[in-house]
Nanobody, 122 residues
Framework: QVQLVESGGGSVQPGGSLRLSCVVS????????IGWFRQATGKEREGVAL????????WVKDSVKGRFTISQDDAKNTVYLQMNSLNTEDSGLYYC???????????????WGQGTQVTVSS
């Protein structure tokens, strides 16, 4: 069973930064893409950034381009989401997910972490 463990969430002021980490227990044919999703209270879960298992394909949601960066450390089986210039609209529960193909649809991902809370407020 593939397991994903997120960490790095917290509370920051607008303009601040956080780096989220997702440790992936193993890569299989069903774990070809790792994605970061977020869900704000009362809103649907949305894809924020994706990276292929080899790191060659990356995608970042338009609204966070230039502020968020997705990367991975193969030696540590860890995917990172560096978030800079955070604003209140970035608040939410951030999940790491693994799936077999590129997609921004949460339902296409088979494995999920427990989530880590990000709160941006003054």
């Amino acid at each position: 069973q593939v397991q994903l463990v997120e960490s790095g969430g917290g509370s920051v002021q607008p303009g601040g930064s956080l780096r989220l980490s997702c440790v992936v227990s193993q890569y299989t044919s069903r774990v070809m893409y790792i994605g970061w999703f977020r869900q704000a209270t009362g809103k649907e879960r949305e894809g924020v950034a994706l990276i292929s298992s080899g790191g060659g394909h990356k995608w970042v949601k338009d609204s966070v381009k230039g502020r968020f960066t997705i990367s991975q450390d193969d030696a540590k089986n860890t995917v990172y989401l560096q978030m800079n210039s955070l604003n209140t609209e970035d608040s939410g529960l951030y999940y790491c997910a693994a799936g077999p193909r590129f997609s921004v649809v949460a339902g296409d991902f088979d494995f999920w972490g427990q989530g880590t809370q990000v709160t941006v407020s003054s």
